[in-house]
């Protein structure tokens, strides 16, 4: 790990299965075919939903900032104009994205007393060795 990596205690992996089953529902509910979307504009969409939850918190104005930006940037290159969502309609899809997920990956909030105090005695033991 480099000293610019956050310091974090377990990597998530023993939520992924949890979050994966969580994630999946959520993309299912929103691939309706009563979109005015199109299936590579809902995944670009929900690409961007997605990086609400990461641990540097970005803001859903941001979010949405980035989102057009990309949608701007590929009619300058390709002539094509995808449709672009309004902030209400991506803020809708941010906020429906599975709590736990979101409080995991930004605020790191599954860890509990017995994981914490198991990791400072394993961490306590590799320093004595």
Wanted: glycine letters at 2%.
């Amino acid at each position: 790990m480099s000293q610019n990596e956050p310091a974090r205690l377990h990597d998530g992996q023993e939520n992924s299965e949890v979050f994966f089953a969580a994630l999946r529902e959520w993309k299912e509910k929103h691939s309706d075919n009563d979109s005015d979307f199109s299936e590579d504009e809902m995944d670009l969409q929900r690409a961007v939903a997605l990086v609400y939850a990461d641990a540097r918190r970005p803001s859903i104005r941001q979010l949405y900032r980035v989102l057009t930006d990309l949608i701007e940037d590929d009619a300058m290159r390709t002539g094509l104009q995808a449709k672009c969502p309004s902030l209400e309609e991506f803020r809708s899809l941010i906020l429906s994205l599975p709590s736990a997920y979101v409080d995991h990956m930004r605020y790191q909030q599954k860890l509990n007393a017995f994981e914490l105090i198991k990791s400072a005695e394993t961490l306590l033991d590799r320093l004595a060795a």
